[in-house]
């Protein structure tokens, strides 16, 4: 695997983790949060 | 002669209003005290519910109701006579109240005390519905809330901090009435403002309806709460030739009063100054007493004196206001009775006080509470409002709901308008919106593509970039512009006022189901999604018929299985697309009928309650306001798309390329998810969708319904479905798809709102109805 293919794959790998630590983190404070037409805080802050 | 009997157009006055409990308190509430006036505007085009006109603003209720309300031709002669003011109308001068300068007094003998300069202050927004409260809200916070035309848009608290004094919190409560217990908004309020202790109150009234609005004033004041009120809508009072006399209105409220049109942002900067200085400086409701020695020989006003007396002590540990307790003591309020926890000889005290007040004034409990505060409104207004003439969008309203709620034009026009909206959105104007953005996510896809062929990228990570992602996040993103499209149709028929008048129209056919009226809003919004349809079935003030319509709002078919019906009704049904989709929305809405006739019969004995709302004026809804919202629609659909499905999408394709052993599989049917839906499949085999792709889409649907059509897209590639399923197979699918279990986050809405219990009940029942459903698509088909 090339140096461009690892560094592509680390983004997709970073951003995963980000993205499924935060939906995690958000759907445990506030379930349902972020789905369509939410009127939690955390969505319209 | 019952209200029931009076005909189109004609007018009497209320001589005793019958019913018990708390319907009956709310009808008072409402402003249906005996000697009230009223005038029969129409009957629903089915006989029933009925709308009438009181107190300047037009009610609905059923003719059960009006059944026990006995009226006469004739106003009747009251002994006692009206309350009136001493005061004479010449002598009021600006009262200053909520004011600094000369007109605040911080001598000793005033004894002030001001809260530390650097406190949190809190203000709770308190109103009636649909008054104007969440677009005061938006201006003091500069926040994006959703504002509608229907009584109860907001379902719950919101905060937010008003724009340049970060010390100061302001809090948007549900719109209510009064401060009984009689929706569970009321008493979501009550408890705020009773638990939660506000440094201060703006209370939002609209000026155009103010006899109503002052009704709510008056408990608040009786809480002794800092507190500023704010006339809303004084520019359409204006417009329409009436106006209201500020000053006077101050002195005689004794609470600081300050005209505002929250729409024009026009004197809110003015009244948030009069929120901070009566929240810093705790300057309390001058008048907390609306009972007077004169009306009726003074048997209330004794009455509630004595209470006072009475239960000061228990107020005092139980940290309630005294005015309040004694109010709702005499109401027959159980949750104040217990929480003060008064002796069974004090109870029998007040029993006998309250019995000895009925006897002399002539009405019971309730009404005279209820007319004591109507009393002292009619005379504020009597002195400070110029009645405008009927305004011109009264005028307006009435001449569009000749035919919206008319006779026979109300069911042809709401099937157009609702039929419309759907033509609009699927096979119109969202259709050609969507066609745009596919070629856009089409040309994306290829230049990405074709970018990491030049930079040499490994195959792996070529796949999971292009199979897995762009595949996944990209067939759900196409579907955008209907989403934003259905959901702007919808917001335009509850901001312009006419969602109301569904529910009005509607009532009868839902009662017939078990439900109320007031149910097809949230049932309606379950086209857009089941989330907020689950949250606005608060607004029903019956248990019964909110956890009914919370479990049938699911089948309403909400837009996040729009791609599903659009992948499939594309390549199996090209000619007759409009036709499947519609067929869908048609079966959906026919197995809620079924389900909810046989709830009816089982679960949820028992008739709905009481369809006593009130309808708004038509309005135009503001352009800045549909624009925010079509942002917020698109922002929340965006943001599902890179969280949850992006998320799906990487886990399926990392599933569908490696086996248990961590290797890439030659074969799909290799894979770790092949192999995990193997489990699942038998199940589904009568279905004929026994193919572990299918499943997989499905189970995968759980997280939310787009994925299921993302991970279709993955697990195919470019084959050709037609090749490999029938067109029946589709359609049992697509009913599947239409019926089985709500995504995750209706389901924590729905536990959030009924309990776990009752949200596990959901998934199985619709698990075990779709399955059924789409087993008879078989044998029929």
């Known amino acids: ?45 | 002669m019952t209200l029931n009997e009076l005909k189109i157009g004609q007018t009497a006055y209320i001589e005793t209003v019958g019913g018990e409990g708390a319907l009956r308190q709310h009808l008072l509430d409402m402003g249906m005290i005996p000697g009230a006036e009223l005038t029969l505007i129409q009957f629903a085009p089915m006989g029933d519910p009925m709308e009438v006109r009181i107190h300047g603003y037009e009610l609905t209720l059923r003719i059960a109701e009006a059944k026990e309300i006995t009226i006469v031709e004739q106003e009747q002669a009251t002994a006692g006579g009206h309350l009136q003011f001493d005061e004479d109308n010449t002598t009021f001068l600006h009262p200053g109240l909520g004011e600094g300068g000369h007109f605040h007094d911080e001598s000793p003998d005033a004894n002030v005390k001001p809260l530390p300069a650097n406190q949190q202050l809190t203000f709770a927004l308190a109103g009636n519905q649909n008054c104007g409260k969440t677009t005061l809200f938006n201006q003091l916070t500069g926040a994006n809330q959703h504002v509608g035309n229907f009584p109860g848009v907001t379902v719950e608290h919101k905060y937010g901090t008003i724009k340049g004094y970060p010390k100061a919190q302001v809090i948007d409560l549900p719109g209510i009435y009064s401060l009984s217990p009689y929706t569970s908004e009321e008493i979501v309020s009550r408890r705020y403002i009773l638990d939660e202790h506000p440094t201060a109150i703006i209370n939002i009234v609209d000026a155009t309806n103010i006899e109503r609005n002052l009704y709510l004033t008056l408990q608040l004041m009786e809480l002794g709460i800092p507190m500023v009120v704010a006339l809303n809508m004084m520019d359409e009072l204006e417009a329409n030739e009436g106006t209201i006399r500020i000053n006077q209105m101050e002195a005689l409220l004794g609470v600081p009063v300050v005209p505002i049109s929250a729409m024009k942002n026009e004197g809110v900067d003015e009244l948030i100054e009069h929120a901070l200085h009566i929240a810093r400086f705790q300057e309390r409701p001058q008048r907390q007493d609306f009972c007077h020695p004169d009306d009726h020989g003074g048997a209330v006003h004794r009455c509630l004196h004595a209470i006072m007396h009475l239960t000061e002590d228990h107020c005092q540990q139980a940290n309630m206001p005294i005015r309040f307790a004694a109010c709702k003591l005499v109401e027959g309020d159980h949750m104040v009775a217990d929480a003060l926890g008064l002796t069974q000889n004090e109870k029998e005290t007040i029993e006998h006080i309250i019995v000895q007040m009925e006897q002399e004034r002539g009405l019971d409990r309730q009404a005279a509470i209820a007319d004591m505060r109507f009393q002292f409104i009619e005379a504020v207004t009597q002195r400070t409002v110029v009645k405008p003439q009927e305004s011109r969008e009264h005028i307006r309203s009435r001449r569009i709901d000749r035919i919206l709620t008319g006779r026979w034009t109300a069911l042809p026009s709401f099937i157009i308008i609702i039929g419309l909206v759907f033509y609009l959105t699927f096979s119109a104007f969202g259709v050609w919106l969507q066609d745009l953005f596919q070629a856009g996510i089409d040309w994306f896809t290829e230049i990405s593509d074709q970018a990491l062929t030049r930079w040499d990228i490994a195959p792996a990570v070529h796949s999971l970039i292009i199979d897995g992602i762009y595949n996944g996040v990209g067939t759900v993103l196409v579907f955008l512009p209907l989403i934003v499209c259905l959901f702007f149709f919808l917001s335009m028929l509850e901001d312009t006022g006419y969602m109301a008048r569904i529910a009005f129209v509607t009532d009868k056919i839902l009662r017939r189901l078990g439900l109320s009226g007031r149910s097809i809003v949230p049932l309606l919004i379950g086209f857009g999604c089941s989330v907020p349809s689950v949250m606005a079935s608060r607004t029903l003030p019956s248990e019964r018929d909110r956890r009914m319509t919370i479990l049938l709002t699911p089948f309403m078919s909400c837009t996040a299985k729009i791609p599903i019906y659009a992948f499939f009704s594309a390549a199996f049904f090209p000619q007759h697309a409009g036709l499947v989709m519609a067929s869908l929305y048609f079966i959906g809405i026919a197995v809620c009928i079924l389900v909810s006739l046989c709830l009816k019969r089982t679960i949820f004995r028992g008739e709905p309650v009481p369809f006593v709302m009130e309808l708004p004026n038509y309005r135009m809804p503001l352009a800045k306001n549909v624009m925010r919202l079509l942002w917020d629609k698109a922002k929340d659909f965006l943001q599902r798309a890179f969280t949850v499905i992006f998320l799906a999408s990487i886990i399926v394709w990392f599933m569908q390329t490696f086996d248990f052993h961590l290797q890439m599989v030659e074969e799909a049917h290799d894979s770790i998810l092949a192999q995990l839906a193997g489990f699942v499949a038998p199940i589904f085999e009568p279905l004929g969708l026994g193919d572990w792709r299918i499943v997989t889409a499905l189970v995968s649907g759980f997280m939310a319904k787009e994925t299921v059509v993302s991970t279709l897209g993955s697990l195919f590639g470019g084959a050709d479905l037609t090749l490999i399923f029938t067109p029946v197979v589709v359609y049992a699918l697509l009913v599947f798809c239409l019926l089985y279990t709500p995504c995750v986050a209706a389901i924590a809405t729905i536990r959030r709102e009924l309990g776990s219990r009752w949200a596990l009940f959901v998934v199985a029942m619709q698990c075990v109805i779709a399955w059924l459903c789409a087993y008879l698509v078989i044998l029929v088909l």
Do not use: E, K, T, W
């Open chain 1, 1 to 45: 695997m090339n140096i461009q293919s690892i560094l592509l794959l680390s983004l997709v790998v970073i951003a995963f983790a980000v993205v499924g630590y935060r939906y995690v983190r958000r759907q445990r404070r506030n379930p349902g949060c972020g789905s369509c037409n939410c009127d939690c805080d955390h969505c319209h802050s």
